[in-house]
Each structure stands twice: as C-alpha cells, then as structure tokens.
C-alpha cells in the first residue's frame, strides 16, 4: 500500500509560481511511476505530468509544456511539481498519484491550487 500526501497548494496570481510536493510512505518508492493529475470544478480529472522511476523520462500534457517541470527524489520519497508562469485555467485540485506500471494506481487527498487573474 502507498500512501500519498500533497502539499504546496495555494493562491497566487497571473504569472506566479508555485512549488507542489508529494511525499510517499512506501519503502520501495524507487519502483513507483509518479505523476501529477488535476481537477478543474465541473471537469473531469486530467493528466498533467509523470515521471519515470529513476526519474529520467518525464511526460507532460501539451497544455502545461514550458511551464511545469516534474521530478524526483528517491531517497527522500517525494515528488515535485514545479508550475511556473501559472494562468487562471491552472486553477484546480493536484493530485499526486503513483504506480507499478502507469501512475494511476494510489491516489493522494489532492492541494487546491487558485491562480487569480
């Protein structure tokens, strides 16, 4: 079982940045794909980012290309998203998910990320 809990979330204007960590409580977390999904009110949840398991192939939904970077740290078991250049269309809840073979299979409570204009 994984457990996964997110935080960074949070209010910030047009343009601004935010940092968004997930930290997992496995101890083979090396073995898990991490990605990021959000969800906009009123939308279905959407695939933002994914990073491989040694953290060297990383994936990203054309919307946020140039803008967000994903990453890794194995040895302390978390997971970053770094949204930079944030618009009001980013404003949603970010869930941190992780898995065998796609990310998909362990779920985090999701951080409430609000870009203002």
């Known amino acids: 079982q994984v457990q996964l809990v997110e935080s960074g979330g949070g209010l910030v204007q047009t343009g601004g940045s935010l940092r968004l960590s997930c930290a997992a409580s496995?101890?083979?977390?090396?073995?898990?794909?991490m990605g990021w999904f959000r969800q906009a009110p009123g939308k279905e949840r959407e695939f933002v980012a994914s990073v491989s398991r040694g953290g060297g192939i990383t994936e990203y939904a054309d919307s946020v290309k140039g803008r967000f970077t994903i990453s890794r740290d194995n040895a302390e078991n978390t997971v970053y998203l770094q949204m930079n250049n944030l618009k009001p269309e980013d404003t949603a809840v970010y869930y941190c998910?992780?898995?065998?073979?796609?990310?998909?299979?362990?779920w985090g409570q999701g951080t409430q990320v609000t870009v203002s204009s």
């Open positions: 496995v101890r083979t977390f090396g073995r898990y794909y």
């Open positions: 998910a992780a898995g065998t073979y796609t990310p998909r299979d362990y």
